[in-house]
């Protein structure tokens, strides 16, 4: 029997989340009343520049900036795009990027095509979590400082959940003079944010990873920092982003960010934490061959990748959906694609791998709505799926496992 949607167990919230009710209640506003072209001078056209200034005005006081820092965009990957491209054409005489190897994809195959154009990229070294050594970017900095156009290191890893420590990385590039940007997109709207508390210079995020539209992304971009448009014509944004302002979309991220903030004021992270746990704990107690991707890290509530041995990724995945549990295999850029995860092999073998078979890892992310009960029949799903899967693939080789 074909199962409903509200059958369905979503746990692919870091591909993206639910549009909320009252974030589609003001869209739907706009789209009725607020519908011209915010840079007309008429009294139709100035409603609508209302509404966008009033949503940067939201933007920035979500995440501790002032209103001209925030630029509004097309999405997290087109903000990558211009931070990193901006600090290029900033210092042309600097041609040296320093990243890590967990980055998403939309900072990897960016610098991956810069590399053709003569841009340098340096790897920071990283643990067996993803959780990168301060210090060798403290040994980069010391000796190529002056080369350094851009450190570009994300907060909050979007297969994992291991958050990085982006504040002692801003310190260190504040103070030898660089640049430093965070993705941000699994962090914002998930976790309070305060830009003035850490000295970032850029960083990155989308409305659509926390409640709010696809389509629409913001580069905040620290006062005096030089942003460079992508997309040239017409001179919006104080031009920094050309083309006229998708309205109900940047009304819609600024309806998300007050229903955010209005989340972590009633104190909502802290209570999913405890969810996560319990929901890796049951699968973890039914099946210890399993292991948790950067178990011993400090990471996101939203965020639990567990890899299992012997099985490929996808053919769980496809079991998981059949059973009503809507699950990744890593980044949801690249999750219909049968290769590998990049993080996962960046962070390389995990103690539950055995040579020479399959690692499926698995990413399951929760939002502020997931419930204990769909965690709970979730669990018990993945499971069953597992159990399943192993019982018709050959026995492992116990003897193989690494300690």
């Known amino acids: 029997m074909a199962l409903s949607e509200l059958d369905m167990i979503y746990l692919d919230h870091n591909a993206t989340t639910p549009v909320a009710p009252e974030v589609l209640a003001a869209m739907q506003e706009v789209f009725a009343s607020d519908w011209a072209n915010p ?44 931070a990193i491209r901006s600090a290029l054409r900033s210092r042309p005489d600097r041609r040296l990027v320093v990243t890590s190897q967990v980055e998403h994809s939309a900072v990897r195959e960016l610098l991956e095509d810069l590399h053709e154009q003569g841009i340098e990229t340096l790897m920071l070294a990283h643990d067996s979590s993803g959780i990168v050594d301060c210090d060798s970017l403290r040994d980069i900095l010391a000796t190529r400082a002056d080369d350094v156009a851009l450190v570009s290191v994300m907060w909050a890893n979007n297969e994992t959940g291991v958050i990085e420590p982006v504040e002692e990385i801003a310190s260190l590039c504040r103070d030898h003079g660089v640049l430093f940007h965070s993705d941000a997109t699994q962090w914002v709207g998930k976790m309070p944010t305060d830009v003035s508390a850490v000295p970032f210079d850029m960083i990155s995020f989308a409305a659509h990873k926390f409640h709010g539209p696809k389509g629409v992304g913001v580069l905040y971009a620290r006062s005096g920092v030089a942003c460079h448009p992508l997309v040239i014509g017409g001179g919006q944004e104080r031009a920094r982003r050309g083309g006229t302002e ?15 903030q209005a989340w972590f004021d009633r104190g909502g992270p802290a209570g999913m934490n405890p969810l996560r746990e319990r929901f890796e704990r049951s699968i973890m107690d039914a099946m210890p ?49 049968l290769k590998p995860s990049k993080v996962i092999e960046a962070i390389g073998r995990q103690p539950c791998q055995v040579a020479n078979v399959p690692y499926g890892a698995v990413r399951f992310s929760m939002a502020r709505e997931t419930s204990e009960d769909e965690l709970i029949r979730g669990a018990a799903i993945v499971i069953d799926v597992v159990r399943e899967l192993r019982r018709d693939a050959p026995s492992m080789n116990a003897g193989a496992v690494e300690a």
């Open 39 to 82: 840079s007309s001078i008429h009294r139709l056209g100035q409603q609508a520049r209302r509404r966008v200034d009033r949503s940067r005005e939201q933007v920035a006081s979500f995440i501790g900036a002032h209103p001209p820092e925030i630029v509004f965009c097309g999405g997290g990957t087109e903000s990558v795009n211009m």
């Open 246 to 260: 998708n309205v109900p979309g940047i009304v819609g991220l600024g309806e998300a960010c007050r229903l955010s």
């Open 289 to 337: 061959e399993a292991c948790i991707n950067g178990r011993d890290a400090n990471r996101m509530w939203s965020t639990s990748s567990i890899g299992f041995p012997e099985l490929e990724p996808e053919l769980v995945l496809l079991m998981l959906s059949e059973r009503g549990v809507c699950a990744s295999s890593g980044s949801a850029c690249s999750s219909g694609a």
